[in-house]
């Protein structure tokens, strides 16, 4: 979300702060989720969503018209992204195992 898709743009610095926010938000979730023993992933994806948009928010400026919008955009990507990952390794965890 920093560089707006344009991937040319990135740099050292963009790669710190998603890291810095990455690794914060990542370390906060994975805790939220072990402490309330969730396991759905939904509920996971959404958890970890919110959780990288706080984080996002007060580790730097959003550089998009409101200074919110940077942040939700960046928690919204974080939540489908997990989503979508805990979906594919749900789906080939269930063929890996129907063909055992």
């Known amino acids: 979300m920093m560089v707006q898709g344009n991937l ?6 963009h790669w ?6 990455g690794l914060i ?9 072990t402490i309330s023993r969730v396991s759905k992933r939904w509920v996971v994806s959404l958890v970890l969503g919110v ?3 706080i984080v ?3 580790v730097h400026p959003g550089m998009f018209e409101s200074v919110i919008l940077e942040a939700v955009l ?16 749900h789906t080939y965890r269930a063929r890996r195992a129907a063909q055992a």
């Not at 938000?25 to 989720?33: E, P």
């Not at 960046?74 to 390794?89: E, P, R």
């Open 56 to 58: 996002d928010f007060f």
């Open 74 to 89: 960046t928690g919204s990507g974080a939540a489908i992204l997990s989503y979508l990952v805990g979906m594919a390794l």
């Open 51 to 53: 959780t990288t948009a």
């Open 8 to 13: 040319l743009a990135l740099s050292l610095a």
């Open 16 to 21: 710190a702060v998603a890291s810095q926010t």
């Open 25 to 33: 938000a990542g370390i906060l979730a994975a805790a939220a989720i």
